[in-house]
């Protein structure tokens, strides 16, 4: 019997060893087809957020009848770029970060691109609003995101401005997730980091996929599935797989089993409705039901309802990722070549801009990550999904009531309520022309807790004024002192969110 020598084992052993260990499989496109796919990235979803802005939360917790005709013609883009602006929130925070990269490379700090919206000029909400009035007030990320310091962590803020990290890591998820780590948890947290992380992922895989079931389970298995973010999208798909002929079967499916607001205060006893995952169940589901048709697509993205703008932004976006903007239908890109060339409002940055930095971005990514660019084609090292850890916002609060307030803070104010947890809404307010900044002294239980600044510009204001988590479920009293009343300003308090240790039980 023939016998093997030592080399030819150790050989064996170690061509063994290097099959089970070898590099991960790779990715070959044009460089004109990868172009092609950023654009359509981009462009779709302005087409998706100017599709649906005429109807954002106009219908919230319900979906948008048949009977309503959505409007779309050659001139609803650029009226809305010279008349409505706003409108393009979730595309200008976007460019926020894309910009920060161009200026400061693929390594800027967490920090530069928390400064940079922070102190930006455009207006804010939620989750974002309140990330900018922390980060002015000296706190960094991730603290400012986190559901301790942001009332609104939970909501869809970072899920409606993550395309730009799919977008740039085009075919390496993980590197995509990684981006989303750098700034999604400066405004977010749990829920509304995990929308963010989804949304780009599923931008990521679009790429190299056209299967759009198979970008949509990728990109959910980065998601941990005992996260409540990842149940509701399993749930979609599969509703989706026992009926793909209803999406409106499996749209009240997922109402009735997940709609119920716990974090963002102003949808907690309220059908409205910002939180990340029910605004992600309707971008999987005009995604799904959608079938890589772009009409139907947006359509059923759109009337889903709640945030009908941005969700069809989504889902627009990764439609245009996977199949490229030639691909986009001429009805839907009436209109688009007449704004490529013109500056998002609070920018200096068109899309016709965004298409050139963003494919700058992408090659510099390929390359770091492992890949190859060469002067026709780019090689993409694609990467083995990695589950990220497990988050969870306002774990063990539950809402208990939401007294009404109406009062006016003039100089002192105090408030008593049993719970382990509470929010104030309201306002500051100038009376005549001048802004002015309060200064406002925050006591519980008689102990100082912080001193809070509140202006009355839109730009800076504090979008939720008071709030506590975690505290000990009994009876506290909410001292609130101003500590440098004006006759030219007042505070305006609302109302107050209270939670408790234990969820009500309905009577039935």
């Not at 890591?169 to 980091?193: F, L």
């Not at 001429?330 to 965004?354: C, H, M, P, R, Y």
Request: aromatic share 12%.
């Amino acid at each position: 019997m023939k016998t093997l020598s030592k080399t030819t084992i150790l050989f064996t052993l170690v061509l063994f060893i290097s099959c089970q260990t070898e590099a991960p499989d790779t990715h070959t496109i044009s460089k004109a087809q990868l172009r092609d796919k950023i654009k359509g990235a981009w462009a779709a979803q302005t087409i998706g957020v100017s599709f649906g802005s005429p109807v954002e939360f106009k219908y919230k917790s319900t979906i948008i009848p048949d009977y309503h005709k959505l409007r779309w013609d050659a001139e609803m883009m650029k009226d809305i770029y010279e008349n409505n602006p706003g409108v393009y929130d979730d595309i200008y925070m976007d460019l926020t970060f894309v910009k920060v990269y161009d200026d400061l490379g693929l390594d800027a700090p967490v920090d530069s691109f928390a400064q940079a919206f922070a102190r930006a000029e455009y207006p804010l909400w939620f989750a974002n609003q309140t990330a900018r009035r922390n980060i002015l007030d000296g706190l960094s990320a991730p603290a400012s995101g986190h559901w301790l310091n942001n009332p609104c962590a939970d909501d869809i803020d970072f899920q409606i401005e993550a395309d730009f990290a799919g977008i740039m890591a085009p075919g390496m998820i993980n590197t995509a997730v990684e981006v989303c780590d750098k700034v999604g948890h400066i405004m977010n947290s749990g829920d509304g980091y995990y929308g963010g992380v989804f949304i780009a992922a599923m931008y990521s895989q679009a790429f190299i996929s056209n299967d759009i079931d198979e970008v949509v389970r990728e990109a959910l298995n980065v998601i941990p599935k005992e996260s409540q973010f990842a149940q509701t999208m399993w749930d979609v798909v599969r509703w989706h797989e026992q009926n793909p002929d209803d999406w409106k079967d499996t749209w009240f499916k997922v109402h009735r089993k997940w709609s119920s607001e716990i974090g963002s205060p102003v949808g907690v006893y309220d059908p409205f409705n910002i939180d990340a995952k029910i605004n992600a169940a309707w971008v999987l589901i005009g995604l799904l039901y959608g079938e890589g048709d772009f009409t139907r697509t947006l359509e059923i993205a759109t009337r889903c309802g709640d945030d009908a703008d941005c969700n069809p932004a989504s889902a627009g976006g990764i439609l245009g990722a996977i199949q490229g903007y030639d691909a986009i239908p001429a009805f839907w890109k009436q209109g688009l070549s007449d704004v490529e060339s013109i500056d998002f409002k609070f920018t200096d940055i068109s899309l016709n801009d965004v298409y050139d930095m963003s494919f700058k971005h992408a090659l510099q990514v390929i390359e770091k990550a492992g890949g190859h660019v060469g002067d026709e084609e780019v090689v993409i090292k694609t990467q083995e999904t990695r589950t990220i850890p497990l988050e969870e916002a306002f774990p063990d609060h539950f809402p208990i009531a939401k007294p009404q307030l109406n009062q006016v803070l003039i100089d002192n104010y105090s408030y008593s309520f049993d719970g382990k947890g509470f929010v104030i809404r309201g306002k500051a307010r100038k009376k005549g022309d001048i802004d002015y900044v309060f200064e406002v002294q925050l006591s519980l239980d008689d102990q100082v807790v912080e001193i809070v600044k509140m202006p009355t510009t839109f730009v800076d204001r504090r979008f939720y004024l008071f709030w506590g988590y975690e505290l000990e479920d009994t009876t506290h009293t909410l001292e609130l002192s101003v500590l440098n009343p004006t006759d030219t300003a007042e505070i305006y308090l609302q109302e107050i969110l209270i939670y408790g240790s234990e969820p009500i039980v309905a009577n039935y």
